[in-house]
């Protein structure tokens, strides 16, 4: 439909090597638009951009870390010289240190806090100016629904950043609205495909059950769930959506995330 034609935009998305970041890119290139990839593990970026060269888009791989104030300058510029413009940001890139709040080093803190929130606002930033200059653009960060209630299990300095991430969103989004530029929020549950969380369950047995509690439908999250949605926030069908902050976590916030975590152990002692 021609409401979600991307044709003729330029999308910036960050750690698209895999995961998430690839699910985003992809989509974005299969609406039209070119893109530029951003991600550290050169290889994975790579094949990504051959992917989506196969669609008959401009896919450009720039390897790098997002945390690097120099690089994150390097690639816009080279977004200037290649395209001359940009009308997508998604902001997926962006780990995180978890350990118990007594012993979290403050170096961790600070190490979480500049890849989630300072690395992204800087990030905002570039594109902010040159969407603002164009009177348009769409901005996309990625959150998670440990910004919006306490997860417990030791993600204390992940929960607070990713709460900044929300934050940041809303106050951009109503600095910038009047003047063309959109700035939304999506807030992810347990998705699969990055590695980390299937590691997480594999070291704990009970871990698995307890997420799936918590998730009304019944399933975990996969990467190609965030397409239709960045799809929709990219293109002109949300143009009077902006500030939004949008779950998509299977049902987990509307049941409230805590009741997830205690049914396993209701369970264990009602049989």
Not at 10 to 16: C, I, K, L, S
Not at 229 to 240: G, P, Y
């Amino acid at each position: 439909m021609k409401m979600f034609d991307l044709s003729n935009r330029v999308a910036v998305v960050t750690g698209t090597a895999q995961g998430m970041g690839r699910a985003m890119a992809t989509a974005l290139a299969e609406a039209g638009a070119d893109v530029v990839l951003l991600d550290r593990n050169k290889e994975g970026n790579e094949a990504t951009a051959h992917k989506l060269s196969q669609l008959g888009r401009r896919a450009l791989p720039i390897s790098g870390d997002i945390t690097d104030f120099a690089h994150i300058d390097h690639i816009f510029e080279t977004v200037d010289r290649e395209f001359g413009r940009i009308d997508i940001l998604g902001n997926v890139a962006g780990e995180a240190k978890a350990g118990p709040a007594e012993d979290m080093a403050l170096s961790d803190i600070q190490i979480t806090f500049h890849n989630l929130v300072i690395s992204r606002y800087y990030t905002c930033q570039h594109a902010g100016r040159r969407m603002l200059k164009q009177g348009k653009g769409s901005i996309m960060n990625i959150g998670s629904i440990a910004g919006d209630r306490s997860l417990g299990r030791t993600q204390s300095v992940y929960g607070m950043a990713m709460a900044a991430v929300i934050h940041m969103t809303k106050e951009l989004s109503t600095e910038w609205a009047g003047r063309g530029v959109r700035v939304n929020a999506i807030l992810p549950a347990q998705v699969l495909g990055s590695g980390g969380l299937e590691k997480r369950m594999e070291n704990d047995p009970y871990l698995r059950d307890t997420f799936l509690h918590g998730i009304p439908r019944g399933r975990f999250g996969q990467p190609d769930d965030i397409k239709g949605l960045s799809v929709w926030l990219a293109s002109d069908s949300s143009d009077w959506i902006t500030g939004a902050i949008i779950p998509m976590d299977g049902g987990n916030l509307a049941k409230n995330g805590g009741g997830g975590l205690l049914a396993p152990i209701i369970e264990k002692y009602v049989k």
